[in-house]
């Protein structure tokens, strides 16, 4: 292949944000008391995993900041909970606490970047918390065998901004044909590559159909599809 640099998104490509997710949420809901109001359970998770993606979309759009997205989504949520006298800024202080300890690779992921690293120069690309991506990523098992890793908190920039991966490109010494983004989102990562000229391959493991009017370079379902492409 006539890359250098492989970029790969995070959540959703390489570690597990819905069992991270999972498991944070559930931590803070209960260390907040609201189970004084209702009992945690998959349809409090859903309800908040629903109205958390539609704040990351408004941030992706430009239609908030970070910090109205750390408390707007808590504020949406216990709201359409009815759930009064716990404030949306406890919520959004404990979540990102225990999510910076939610580390969960996906079964295969840390084999992928091994092997990857041996032929290419490996960067983890993701939209996260600048703390809680730093803990999580630090402390799994694929970080060994990557190079850095861009935060958009960290950047001031945010993907699928030409920005942002203008910083990136910069700070590693590359050129756009050099690099492949890898990633699961059409409107982050897909998009972002397209915005920046930069060849993508959207791993799809769902077989989605791409419905964002956006151009993929390449698609993979599995893990072994990447590899058999790139090695």
């Excluded at 539609?54 to 759930?83: H, Y």
């Excluded at 060994?144 to 993907?159: D, M, T």
């Excluded at 982050?188 to 151009?215: H, R, S, Y």
């Amino acid at each position: 292949m006539k890359y250098k640099y492989l970029l790969f998104d995070n959540d959703g490509t390489l570690m597990d944000f819905k069992k991270a997710e999972e498991f944070a949420f559930e931590k803070a809901y209960k260390s907040c008391g609201c189970e004084e109001f209702m009992p945690y359970s998959n349809n409090v998770l859903k309800l908040y995993s629903d109205i958390n993606d539609s704040w990351w979309k408004k941030l992706e759009r430009k239609e908030c900041t970070k910090p109205q997205l750390m408390v707007g989504r808590f504020a949406d949520f216990l709201k359409a909970m009815n759930i009064t006298g716990i404030k949306a800024e406890a919520l959004s202080e404990a979540y990102p606490k225990h999510l910076s300890k939610g580390g969960f690779l996906f079964e295969g992921a840390k084999e992928l970047v091994e092997k990857l690293s041996k032929h290419y120069d490996i960067y983890i690309i993701t939209n996260g918390i600048g703390f809680v991506q730093e803990s999580r990523i630090k402390e799994c098992d694929y970080y060994p065998y990557i190079k850095g890793v861009f935060i958009s908190e960290l950047l001031n920039a945010v993907k699928p901004d030409k920005e942002y991966f203008d910083k990136v490109l910069s700070i590693i010494n590359a050129k756009e044909s050099e690099c492949l983004i890898i990633g699961d989102s059409l409107t982050a990562d897909i998009k972002g590559g397209n915005l920046a000229n930069i060849d993508t391959l959207w791993f799809n493991p769902e077989k989605a159909i791409n419905n964002k009017g956006v151009t993929t370079t390449y698609e993979a379902a599995v893990y072994n599809d990447i590899l058999a492409l790139l090695l």
